[in-house]
């Protein structure tokens, strides 16, 4: 039934794509401006010059790729490819300058870690492309470095210096492990996506896993972040580009009123195309999936506006928090958690409008379905050494920091249950000879459980490595 | 049921790839499980009262879901896994064993015919054909060897045998780390200490007191010759030092500075800085002394432990110094360890001898005005007593856990990027009375690779025996559900 949906779709005209990449390229002026209002002052080589150039580079290369995946034209991905390139070598060179002033690798708070993971995600990039001819891969991963280095420029960017448990060699050999782990893992759940639409996975199947992730998503923050109709954000000191403590580990938290039971509103309007889905599986009413495609589109208009009444509400105001005197400013570098479940909604909801309206063209511009699979595998086997050293060097490190190798701090017990779930896809495969649909869902499942490591273990569950969010 | 027959369900049970993935789904549960519900080791007791009602608490309590890691049932848990582990490598083990120490160098008829990869040239020259794939195989980097059997001759050639081991080094790696784990869990303690400049203590206070315990003492003292702290410009902490020494039977027996990230190691017991701050005991105090007949108010200094001359050859000493006080019936209690509200009784021995006692109560006054003395006393500072924070460790099992982590690096990287790869070439008859040189192979993984290079190796055979080829058949497609099947069952 949705196949005869899909085919119906007219093929994206001439104009269409025109107002793509000029959607693009103001974009990339927009972003241009927003850098330029920064003052850079030092050479021209600088790290904020060099970041500046791969920004824009990058937003171009970004807008190539996605009209690649829009219209299918291969000369895109070359030119793309050279953007990429390009804007890699200006990356690089900002990644140099920050570690030759900063006299360590850059690793140590958040915008130096974002640095870092645009670095390497580029370079993934780069070698997909080359090395696997996954040409589609750049339509991802560009978008979320621009989003990445756009966010780097709210973050506070002079080198701090380290507190002493910061100050080791194993922990940056941790952290450097940790990102090239977590980015391999993110390529092979990219590909196992992939591997989905191109095995004849259902389109409305795609919406109700879109509709769960946004659910999810939704959900974790009105459970940690709902308080009677306010949302409570962490509260920022502007002057001093830092969080305000209640006390060590502890932020304090002011609420924004009414934001929560707009974020409501947003849950549910990501719950109906779900139910709507489960109710067309029940009644075995396909009518039932076209309403949930309609639904999803309205939650995604819900979700933007509501990414923007944040961003406004966030910037424009300072909000008290209940037994606490006087009010306080926020920041969005200050809710990272916050900013980047909206933002990973709406892009999730974006590709599964691309798949819903292009799936036919997609389907043509990527790898076949065993091959995708053999890579997925393939990718998979760098990501899970490279965990299990990850998680060696942690311990080391926590060993000569802390006095103890395990302790069983949250973000630990869940590096050790990613290293499991991978463990156990790797020994379904070898020796039960899963492949296919279940090998794949089992690597989507081990990215979710990176997800979590990742964000959710800082910002959900509490911890020793409340460092990391400085 | 036999008890044999028992036995062999149970060892079938461990053995099976099945109870392993099982292991790892409850392990990971109850991991999760334990980063969801608040830990005792790890979190403050008001936190817990805070986030749990108190029958909810005493239920978790109960149940053992406050501490899971450290709880019988968990080590058990851990205890299976590496049961299973051992189980596994000795079932699979003689098969492995088979493929490493006695390789089948002669392929038969039979055995040819379950080989992936194969193929057959009509050749005239029986041993110049098998000179011929010689120097085929040598060229993609092989050593063939010659082997007959029966009178028939042919070639075997490998690469990568060790590669059949990867699977035991890496459960074997597990193995380790899991016992290391499990004797740092029996024999291991961690505690702190606060060691104040000057002094040596050798009390630590455990962590986690197994056993009810709380305090250990350690087979030696640790004596601190001073601490110190740097900071940044922006006054954030940039290094720790302690200047350590130890003392064992009244001698010290080795000395280092520590900061943090360097531990000091002294017979398997390791010392981290990791804090540092002041006592709530001063040094010194110092009080300003204002003639009660009248004229210049002077400042006298006055250890804790001594006394301070004044100018008219009276003593003044320290009798007695509460960080925070309260009064009750009269007399003075001590209410905190915060040195924000002290009381300070002084003792002011005249020429004679005579010692008058006087109180100074912070918050009521900070004099002794009233007291009938020659002087009226105010405290005017205080120089501290710093003590450095350490963490003290013991933990004998972590070297089989570092051997483990080695291991474990070591079997992935076989695991996953050598492969076993295996070629026969042999004479054969082509059953019209002409001869037929046969050749074949199989690696463990990466079945895909191999494939395309068994293509090539072909090829470049035809090639090199030149038009002597008639009959070439076609590899059998590969069954992609065994490709990448390993050692385990190969």
Known sequence: ?470 | MGLKSIWTKVYQTLASVRTGIFLIIVVGIFSAVGTVILQRPTSEPEDMQRAYSPQTLALLDRVGLTDIFHAWWFLLLLTLVCICLIVVSVDRWPNAWKVYSKPIRFAQPGFRASLPQTAKFTVANEAAALSVAERVLGRFGFKPEAVTENGASGLYAEKQRYSVFALYLVHMSLICIFAGYIVDGIVGYRGNIQVPEGQALGQISLRDDRGGESKKTLPFLIRCDGAGEETYADGSPKKWWSKLALIEDGKQVAAKTIVVNDPFVYKGIRIYQSSMGQSSTPRTLTFTATPTKGGEAAAVEVPLNGKAMLADGESLSILRWVPDYYVQDNEVYKKSDDADNPAVQLGLTNAQGETKKLWILYSEMNSTKGQDAPYEFAIKSATWEKFTGLEVSHQPGQFGVWIGVVLMAFGLLIAFYTQHVRIWAAIADDGKGGKLLWVGGTTNKNRDRFQAKFEQFKTALQEELGGQAATKIDPKTINPKNEEKTLTKA
Not at chain 1, 75 to 87: E, F, K
Not at chain 1, 155 to 163: A, F, G, I, N, Y
Not at chain 1, 392 to 416: L, M, R, V
Not at chain 1, 462 to 467: K, Q, V
């Open chain 1, 1 to 470: 039934m949705s196949e005869a949906r899909v085919e119906q779709q007219r093929p994206a005209s001439g104009a269409a794509l025109l107002v793509l990449v000029g959607l693009g390229i103001a974009f990339a002026l927009l972003v241009a401006l927003l850098a330029l209002a920064k003052t850079h002052s030092g050479p021209i080589y600088g790290e904020a010059n060099m970041l500046y150039t791969a920004l824009v580079l990058y937003a171009g290369a970004a807008t190539l790729y996605m009209g690649y995946g829009v219209t299918g034209i291969e000369r895109y991905v070359s030119a793309a490819s050279l953007l990429t390139a390009i804007g890699f070598a200006a990356n690089t060179a900002a990644v140099a300058h920050r570690w030759s002033v900063a006299g360590r690798p850059p690793f140590s708070n958040m915008y130096e870690m974002l640095l870092s993971f645009v670095w390497t995600l580029a370079l993934l990039t780069l070698i997909a492309e080359r090395a696997y001819k996954v040409k589609i891969i750049g339509s991802i991963t560009m978008p979320i470095t621009v989003v990445s280095v756009i966010l780097m420029q709210l973050l506070p960017s002079d080198v701090r210096p380290l507190v002493p448990a910061l100050q080791s060699t194993w922990l940056q050999v941790h952290v450097t492990l940790a990102m090239l782990s977590y980015a391999a893992c993110a390529v092979s759940f990219a590909l196992a996506m992939m591997f989905l639409i191109q095995d004849g996975m259902k389109t409305e199947s795609f919406q109700a896993l879109t509709s769960a992730g946004m659910v999810a998503i939704y959900a974790s923050m009105l459970i940690t972040r709902f308080r009677s109709g306010t949302l409570a954000v962490t509260a920022y000191d502007l002057e001093s580009k830092s969080e305000v403590m209640v006390s060590r580990g502890h932020p304090l938290f002011i609420q924004i009123p009414d934001l929560g039971w707009l974020y409501l509103l947003v849950l549910l309007s990501a719950l109906v195309p779900l139910l709507l889905y489960i109710a067309g599986k029940v009644k075995k009413d396909p009518s039932l999936f076209d309403s949930a495609s309609k639904g999803m589109f309205v939650s995604l208009m819900l979700q933007a506006a509501g990414l923007a009444i944040f961003i406004a509400r966030v910037k424009g105001g300072q909000y008290s928090a209940p037994g606490v005197d006087g009010v306080y400013a926020t920041a969005l570098p200050a809710n990272p958690f916050l900013l980047s479940g909206i933002v990973g909604g709406i892009v999730a909801g974006l590709l599964y409008l691309l798949l819903l309206w292009r799936r036919e063209g997609l389907q043509r511009m990527m790898p076949a379905a065993d091959d995708l699979d053999r890579v997925t595998y393939k990718i998979i086997c760098i990501a899970f050494p490279l965990l299990t050293l990850m998680i060696a060097a942690g311990a080391y490190w926590a060993n000569q920091a802390w006095g103890s190798y395990w302790s069983w701090d949250p973000k630990e017990t869940w590096a050790a249950i990613t290293w499991l779930v991978y463990a156990g896809y790797l020994h379904m495969r070898i020796t039960r000879g899963w492949r296919g649909r279940r090998a794949a869902w089992f690597a989507i499942l081990g990215f979710a459980v990176v997800i979590f490591t990742f964000f959710g273990v800082t910002y959900l569950l509490p911890g020793l490595h409340a460092y990391a969010a400085g």
